[in-house]
């Protein structure tokens, strides 16, 4: 069937199951209604975030846009124990320690990011910008029962603005430096008395943070727009439907490969300057520099289109949601990989082309004293992709012959992978008494995933057959006890398992992958006093995790994913807010976060290197090292955050808002290895934000700055193949960004 098929034929299923007579609103929705919460859609249920059991944030939309919140990489700074590394267009997200640690693909991320709680599958497609969002919510620890496969470290639920039965809309225009230009808006309302409708969308133009001295060309500009259209059908006071359909294109020189530098090898016996070629630092002496030197420019090229409908019926104290969503992915990156001005050893081209079906079904069923909820979900993709290096001087570099003797080839991974996944779990909470509460649940998870392709290096005459089916089935149970101190504080304590399924890296010779289990301990407390409005919410929690998906380039020069045996990971986390005058308001967090492999063996680039860390041999193979005791990547050991924010009235002219922030990450490693060629030092990020609203409010304008001290700041770091001599390549966070907004709402 195809994937378009299913997607009608998830929404005819849906509209099926959902009769179009309702009686009963539900009652607690309506109590929901009277006073002032937020509603948290990723945790499947409607429930006010006070009142939520675990270590949830929600930011609002109107942090997102020019400013604040543009993308998912600009989360790290106002998420607890968050982190973004984004790698040549990839979204590689962490929380506590956990997440997207492969560079193939194929492999999936170990946060979940959703769309008004339907995934998007491929990790490049979460970069898209951020806009016309009614709230980001991020759940962190696994979330096994709720979401089952991809959710191991947590889950990242975009909610869009839902269209309204009153005309409304805004307009947002930003100018700033760089020469960047960005338009956002939506327009939305009635059609009829029962359907209503909002369009949504951006545009962003940005000149690049670098240039390529080479070719002229920027060096990670922007050039990209979205759209979003949504229906929403009234069909009765209990029986809804939405429907969104989404489009993004990006097409710019973004994601370029960084020199950082050589690692083991000096650098004049790099294969750039071996064959006449100028490193980026042969043209400046700034270590810092964001500019490139190479003959390829970064190319990027991708869109994605999107489906989604969502289907509500309330009978009663019944709610019943279908959600069904179709999802087409595509891009296309190159990059140099000797990161010089001359074609010394080729370029680095990645080919992406994804379709994804979802369907969701969730009821949830609440009494006096009880409340039931249970689901499925089933889940098929379709990866099509493409990783291809085109090899020169194939001969000199790898048999010391003189050019031309053996002729250039290339290196190709090339296939396709289709998944197919089903979840189905169930989980109840009942009242013991009026103060405490019980919950357990458990998911049943399945997935298959079937692999076609092949594999070529033709330095060593080498093609191989890749084909490959595996499937794997795992039980994740859930069990949450909540305690009720007083009317503002609740206490909590439960146990979970994460599951990440297994891989299948396009034309890989790799092995099957296996999955990745978590099991999670946590305790916290929420705090809400609703009189002086203080919060403060706290975590401790023990992760034991086994079988880590662990990726790298391996002595042979291959991409290769394997399972690190086990590793284990604590922390705490502090988050509190408060209102301490009506024009002056604080939020801060603290998080302390442990993490360390307790049995892992790999190859290490540098052993022998008596100039170099050395480990332990593993016991099990001397040949590699025993990385026992390090710390995983992408987890830093400390952050802090503030946030203050002064209101000003001004009578009858209007009223003033300024905004500062400071965000401190504490040093963080890019690779098991643990050593200082790839690695970030601690930092500290400092964003401010000055708004003017007149007293009709609406309009505003606003004056901000992002990274203020212009920090220096590597988003990500890998170690090339022994092919490219070890060298250092990765990406970089924004510089100081600056810019006016003039926002005006109707």
């Known amino acids: ?53 675990g270590s949830l944030n929600v930011i609002s939309g109107t ?77 962190r620890g696994p979330q096994g029962t709720l979401y089952g496969r991809g959710a191991t470290a947590g889950v990242v639920n975009m909610v869009t603005t839902r269209p309204s039965a009153e005309l409304e809309g805004y307009s947002r225009f930003t100018y700033g430096n760089y020469d960047a230009l960005s338009f956002e808006g939506a327009v939305g309302g009635p059609i009829n008395d ?17 240039v390529n001295r080479a070719t002229g060309n920027p060096v990670d500009d922007r050039d990209a727009y979205a759209v979003r259209g949504s229906l929403l059908y009234d069909v009765s006071d209990n029986l809804e439907v939405l429907v969104v359909a989404d489009f993004f294109r990006e097409d710019d020189f973004n994601y370029a490969f960084h020199d950082f530098g050589p690692s083991i090898v000096p650098a004049e016996l790099m294969p750039g300057p071996v064959f006449g070629g100028s490193t980026i630092f042969d043209l400046t002496d700034d270590p810092e520099t964001r500019d490139i030197n190479s003959d390829q420019d970064a190319v990027n ?89 085109v090899l020169n001087n194939l001969g000199p570099i790898i048999f010391g012959a003189p050019p031309g003797v053996i002729p250039d080839g290339i290196f190709r991974q090339n296939g396709t992978v289709t998944t ?78 994460g599951f990440k399924s297994g891989v299948i890296n396009i034309g890989s010779v790799n092995p099957i992958i296996e999955p990745e289990f978590i099991w999670s301990y946590e305790t916290g407390f929420n705090l809400h006093d609703k009189a002086s409005g203080f919060t403060l919410n706290g975590a401790a929690f023990y992760y034991d995790y086994s079988d880590l998906q662990v990726g790298f380039v391996n002595a042979a020069s291959l991409v290769e994913t394997i399972n690190a045996a086990s590793a284990k990971i604590w922390g705490i986390e502090l988050d509190a807010s408060y209102d301490v005058t009506d024009q002056f308001s604080i939020r801060a967090f603290a998080t302390y976060l442990n993490t360390e492999f307790t049995d892992f063996c790999n190859g290490y680039y540098a052993n022998g290197q008596a100039a170099r860390r050395q480990f332990p041999i593993c016991p099990s193979n001397p040949a590699i090292s025993d990385l026992s005791g390090n710390q995983l990547p992408n987890a830093p050991e400390y952050t802090v955050a503030i946030f203050a924010d002064y209101y000003v009235d001004l009578g009858d002219s209007g009223q003033m808002d300024f905004s500062i922030d400071a965000n401190y990450q504490d040093d963080v490693y890019f690779t098991e290895f643990n050593n200082l060629d790839a690695f970030q030092e601690g930092f500290i990020n400092l964003n401010a934000n000055l708004t003017f609203s007149p007293k009709s409010d609406d309009w505003s304008i606003s004056v901000w700055a992002r990274n203020l001290t212009d920090e220096y700041i590597v988003a990500n770091n890998i170690t090339a193949a022994p092919l490219y001599s070890f060298a250092r390549v990765g990406s970089l966070r924004p510089p100081r960004t600056f810019g006016i907004t003039y926002n005006m709402t109707f």
């Open 1 to 53: 069937m195809k994937i378009q098929n299913k997607f009608v034929a998830g929404v005819a299923m849906g509209a099926v199951i959902l009769p179009y007579q309702v009686w009963a609103q539900d009652s607690s929705e309506e109590e929901l209604k009277d006073v002032e919460v937020i509603i948290v859609q990723a945790t499947r249920r409607s429930a006010a975030l006070e009142d939520i059991a």
């Open 420 to 497: 197919n996944a089903l979840g189905l779990f169930i989980e109840g909470t009942l009242e013991i008494s009026s103060e405490f509460r019980v919950t357990a649940g458990a998911r049943y998870n399945y997935e298959k995933r079937e692999g076609k392709g092949d594999f070529t290096f033709s330095a060593f005459d080498t093609f191989v057959n890749t084909d490959k089916t595996e499937s794997w089935n795992a039980i994740t149970p859930k069990v949450m006890l909540e305690y009720d101190v007083s009317d503002d504080v609740m206490l909590y304590a439960g146990i979970t398992r």
């Open 194 to 210: 029962k359907l209503m409708f909002r369009f949504a969308g951006e545009y962003e133009s940005r000149d690049g943070y670098g």
């Open 63 to 139: 942090e997102i846009g020019a400013g604040g919140i543009q993308s998912s990489s600009d989360l790290a700074l106002e998420i607890p124990n968050f982190s973004v590394g984004e790698q040549f267009g990839v979204n590689r997200a962490f929380i506590r320690g956990i997440g997207f640690n492969s560079i193939d693909l194929g492999a999936d991320g170990a946060v979940a990011f959703l769309q008004n709680g339907a995934v998007i599958t491929r990790p490049a497609a979460q970069l898209a910008g951020f806009y016309d969002l009614s709230q980001v919510e991020v759940l």
């Open 301 to 389: 090229d991708r869109k994605g289109l999107g489906l989604q409908s969502i289907i509500t019926w309330r009978p009663g104290d019944l709610t019943v949601e279908s959600t069904t969503s179709y999802r087409q992915f595509e891009r296309f990156n190159r990059n140099d990989l000797d990161v010089t001005d001359v074609d010394a050893f080729g370029q680095n081209n990645y080919t992406e082309d994804s379709e994804a079906f979802t369907q969701d079904i969730t009821l949830n069923y609440v009494q006096d004293g009880w409340s039931l909820l249970g689901g499925a979900s089933y889940l098929y993709e379709e990866l099509d992709g493409e990783v291809l290096v």
